[in-house]
């Protein structure tokens, strides 16, 4: 069967500041910049989803994009939007930067696609900001 993929866009907005228990102040400040500043800030994200796979003979289609739609709005979306990140669980013991983000999407999505595979997260965090996962990690973490 011919493989194909497709790639839905979503988006969220939600604050976050940088900032790790394991430097010193000023550290932070030097590695994160005004990332770290103590009042945080925010982003309008863009979360760039592609699923790979078979695609169906009869519909032409990698997989069912409402149900895919539905599976990101609540299992993302709806736990990130006009949220502060920093104040999540999964990021109790974790910075909240982009390339920390796109790994707990993965994890949270990976056995929820209908049909085809997770094949890569994408997000834009600002307009020069881009960071991606495809899964090249195959060990399990915990989110
Ligand atoms: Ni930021």
Known sequence: MEKGSVTRRYRFAAAHRLHTPHLSDEENKTVFG???NPN???HNYALLVTVRGDINPSTGLVT???ELDRIVTETVVARFDHQDLNHDPAFSQRTTTGENLVLLIWDLLVNRIPSGRLQKIGLIETRDNYF???GEVMEKRSV
């Open 40 to 42: 945080g800030h925010g």
């Open 132 to 134: 991606e996962y495809s």
């Open 64 to 66: 069912e994009i409402p």
């Open 34 to 36: 005004k990332c770290n």
